[in-house]
DNA sequence: ACCTGAACACCGTTCAAGT
DNA sequence: ACCTGAACACCGTTCAAGT
């Protein structure tokens, strides 16, 4: 009746690997927040003590599950490659940073993660690696594609934080914005007029398309910019 | 001997705006992670529960922190406005977002904030439709005005998240990089090549260039949309 | 109405002890 | 070497009690 204690065929044995796929696992279905050493050690049959024995503590597990989605992120966008002859290194990147968007939708915890604990892990380094050699090899300087890993911001991610925009479906960010309507003439009249218009999605806003929209932005001004056609900022300097 | 235990002339009222004032303080100083409740009641010379009283809760003291580094983002905006016909809108939304990152260079600790909390407040609302009236009286229509602002993104309120690239002087960063040169030759060959070039600056990247690099991108090719001339985005629709 | 002290339900982590 | 239980030092917050 009792169980055995140790060794128990039911319950194979603890594992670095098997530590972070399971805190993968709860991060995709409750959030990061939902994350703690308690409840990830119960959902692995040990205490929470026996984790630190295969991590470097919460944080090791942090970095280590983003890891995981970076391997992902590597696997996806291989498969995803498009011809560097095709189009140039503007559809390569372009399709390599599409194939990082569809990986970190599903790890929607993945890019706060990767803001709250900025370090240059190996996964990230090689995936801005890929899209650095992508475009050194279109031509581009690295002075510009320096730049540009800088306009591409966490776009290159294949997210763009959303500020101040209520997501489609945010009910409250909706009733919220037209009690203020007075307040923000613009922004109401704007918001609309966009509505209105775009009955596609629930909301306001697809943000896939927007992604799109402001990745093909840039990546259009640095092709601009490599073609030594215009230059951008006639403010200062 | 003893001290007067209420309406001493040395601790004055408790009111929501000191308590608010105080919260902005002690993360400008110490981050966020050290505004703590007891933390805060403390240093106004209270218990930690009398803060209820005046704010609803933690959440509360976020909300209404970010509402102070807002209303400093609109002060600093209209002191530096920029006469709108004097280069056309753009001259004068890259004013008006230069100024709200001088605010938030005070304010790390905003936008991780903001980002976290994300609900449309009256504060960030004003500064997104004073953003949408400049461009909308630049002649853009909402529809390019609503693609703009999502491309902007967080560099709406004047700053951009940096992932991946290690900030300057980032020691850990460099090392980690610097054992990974083989696995990451682009990268590496890239970093080599503007660190060198760049002087300037003490580690690799100099963050005002590049937000304004960045901003610029966004600005010219929505100046270029508006004008017809060409289209962004010709991968997919 | 405003403020307090004790307590509750959580965290991540250290430590000494077990096998 | 691996796992455990109790304990520590924190959190935000509820509650009943004070003035």
Same mark, same amino acid.
């Not at 050690?41 to 280590?64: F, P, T, W």
């Not at 709250?116 to 031509?139: F, I, W």
């Given at each position: 009746?009792v169980?055995?204690?140790v060794?128990?065929a039911?319950?194979p044995?603890?594992?670095?690997?098997?530590?972070?796929?399971?805190?993968?696992d709860?991060a995709?279905?409750?959030?990061v927040?939902a994350?703690?050493?308690?409840?990830?050690?119960d959902?692995?049959g040990?205490?929470?003590m026996?984790?630190?024995?295969?991590v470097?503590?919460?944080?090791?597990? *942090?970095? #280590?599950?983003? +890891?995981l =989605?970076?391997d992902?992120l !590597?696997?996806?966008a291989?498969?995803s490659?498009v011809p %560097?002859?095709?189009?140039?290194w503007?559809?390569?990147v372009?399709?390599?940073?599409?194939a990082a968007?569809t990986v970190?939708l599903?790890?929607p915890?993945?890019?706060d993660v990767?803001?709250?604990r900025?370090?240059m892990?190996l996964g990230?380094?090689r995936?801005?690696?890929?899209?650095?050699g992508l475009?050194?090899?279109?031509?581009?300087?690295?002075?510009?594609?320096h730049?540009g890993l800088h306009?591409l911001?966490s776009?290159?991610?294949?997210?763009s934080p959303?500020?101040g925009e209520?997501?489609?479906?945010?009910q409250?960010?909706a009733?919220? *914005?037209? #009690?203020m309507a +007075?307040? =923000?003439p613009?922004?109401? !009249?704007?918001?609309a007029e966009v509505?209105?218009?775009d %009955?596609?999605t629930?909301?306001?806003?697809d943000?896939?398309?927007e992604f799109?929209f402001?990745?093909d932005l840039v990546?259009?001004?640095l092709?601009r910019?490599?073609?030594g056609?215009?230059a951008?900022?006639d403010g200062?300097?």
């Amino acid at each position: 009746m009792v169980e055995a204690p140790v060794a128990d065929a039911s319950r194979p044995r603890l594992t670095r690997e098997r530590v972070l796929r399971r805190a993968v696992d709860i991060a995709d279905a409750a959030g990061v927040e939902a994350l703690t050493m308690r409840r990830l050690a119960d959902e692995l049959g040990v205490e929470a003590m026996s984790l630190y024995h295969h991590v470097r503590g919460k944080g090791g597990i *942090l970095d #280590g599950a983003v +890891e995981l =989605v970076l391997d992902e992120l !590597a696997a996806a966008a291989d498969t995803s490659a498009v011809p %560097a002859q095709d189009g140039g290194w503007r559809a390569a990147v372009r399709a390599r940073l599409l194939a990082a968007r569809t990986v970190m939708l599903r790890h929607p915890w993945a890019p706060d993660v990767m803001a709250a604990r900025s370090v240059m892990t190996l996964g990230a380094a090689r995936h801005v690696d890929a899209v650095v050699g992508l475009m050194r090899d279109g031509g581009l300087s690295y002075d510009l594609v320096h730049h540009g890993l800088h306009a591409l911001g966490s776009r290159m991610f294949g997210f763009s934080p959303e500020i101040g925009e209520p997501d489609a479906g945010d009910q409250q960010g909706a009733d919220a *914005l037209a #009690g203020m309507a +007075e307040l =923000v003439p613009h922004l109401a !009249a704007m918001l609309a007029e966009v509505a209105h218009d775009d %009955a596609s999605t629930l909301g306001w806003c697809d943000d896939q398309a927007e992604f799109e929209f402001g990745l093909d932005l840039v990546l259009d001004g640095l092709d601009r910019l490599a073609r030594g056609s215009s230059a951008a900022g006639d403010g200062r300097g």
